[in-house]
């Protein structure tokens, strides 16, 4: 069965800077686009980030644009997310996401779009 495990969550301090994981297995990784989501207390899903399956191509949300990387490494079936300059708001529980074939690539951050989730990983950013 598919596995998405997210790791790398914790505690920062406002305009610091974690790196989370999310290891893929029991598919290939390699064919399918991936993103980043997140949800912060009392409020819904956020799409954060998202990468084309060669890794070529990134597109963000623009409340963490300029902040956030996504990258990936399709040898090691690995999804990253490299964020910078936190601050308080970025604090959520955050999923990586499998992004269905059968869904355009180009619609990205429609979360529907996304088939198969991992179970997150919390981050929290202390003012």
């Known amino acids: 069965q598919e596995q998405l495990v997210e790791s790398g969550g914790g505690l920062a301090q406002a305009g610091g800077s974690l790196n989370l994981s999310c290891a893929a297995s029991e598919f290939p990784f390699s064919a399918y686009a991936m993103s980043w989501a997140r949800q912060a207390p009392e409020k819904g899903l956020e799409w954060v980030a998202g990468i084309y399956s060669d890794g070529r191509t990134a597109v963000y949300a623009d409340s963490v644009k300029g902040r956030f990387t996504i990258s990936r490494d399709n040898a090691r079936n690995t999804l990253y997310l490299q964020m910078n300059r936190l601050i308080p708001e970025d604090t959520a529980l955050y999923y990586c996401?499998?992004?269905?074939?059968?869904?355009?690539?180009?619609?990205?951050?429609?979360?529907?779009?996304?088939?198969?989730w991992g179970h997150g990983t919390q981050v929290t950013v202390s003012a």
């Open positions: 996401a499998r992004l269905s074939l059968a869904w355009p690539v180009q619609r990205i951050d429609v979360m529907r779009g996304h088939d198969y």
